[in-house]
């Protein structure tokens, strides 16, 4: 089972996940399972059609927001309004789980939800370094 990385109590990050990660995912609670991979990126990986009939099969919602280096505005937007309307603990996870917090953290910042120095300590928490990214 891949690891989900707590970064708020309603959202946490994971690098990539497999279908059969879905039940655990449901289990731990996540409501809503976010897809910031795009299909294909590596040759193996599940698509976001699999990915989704397992989020669904193991009671979640699910979003594909692919993002392919850096997230651009709409993307950042999508994420954050995504997380809003989620009902419950948010799991979103891309190759490292590095542009899942990145997004993330984009929406907030820019939302005025959260400084960035709390998003920077947030981020060092689940095991990323946002320094580079938050300024």
């Given at each position: 089972?891949?690891?989900?990385?707590?970064?708020?109590?309603?959202?946490?990050?994971?690098?990539?996940?497999?279908?059969?990660?879905?039940?655990?995912?449901?289990?731990?609670?996540?409501?809503?399972?976010?897809?910031?991979?795009?299909?294909?990126?590596?040759?193996?990986?599940?698509?976001?059609?699999?990915?989704?009939?397992?989020?669904?099969?193991?009671?979640?919602?699910?979003?594909?927001?692919?993002?392919?280096?850096?997230?651009?505005?709409?993307?950042?937007?999508?994420?954050?309004?995504a997380i809003e309307d989620a009902d419950g603990p948010v799991l979103a996870f891309c190759r490292s789980g590095t542009r899942s917090i990145v997004t993330w953290s984009l929406g907030q910042a820019l939302s005025g939800v959260r400084s960035r120095s709390e998003l920077a300590a947030?981020?060092?928490?689940?095991?990323?370094?946002?320094?580079?990214?938050?300024?």
């Open positions: 089972m891949t690891e989900f990385r707590r970064v708020t109590e309603d959202f946490s990050v994971s690098p990539q996940i497999e279908p059969a990660d879905m039940a655990a995912a449901a289990a731990q609670g996540f409501t809503l399972v976010i897809n910031n991979r795009p299909d294909g990126e590596v040759e193996g990986q599940p698509t976001s059609a699999e990915m989704e009939a397992a989020a669904r099969a193991a009671g979640m919602d699910y979003v594909h927001i692919p993002v392919v280096s850096s997230p651009n505005e709409d993307q950042v937007t999508a994420n954050r309004v947030l981020g060092r928490g689940a095991g990323y370094d946002l320094s580079g990214v938050l300024g």
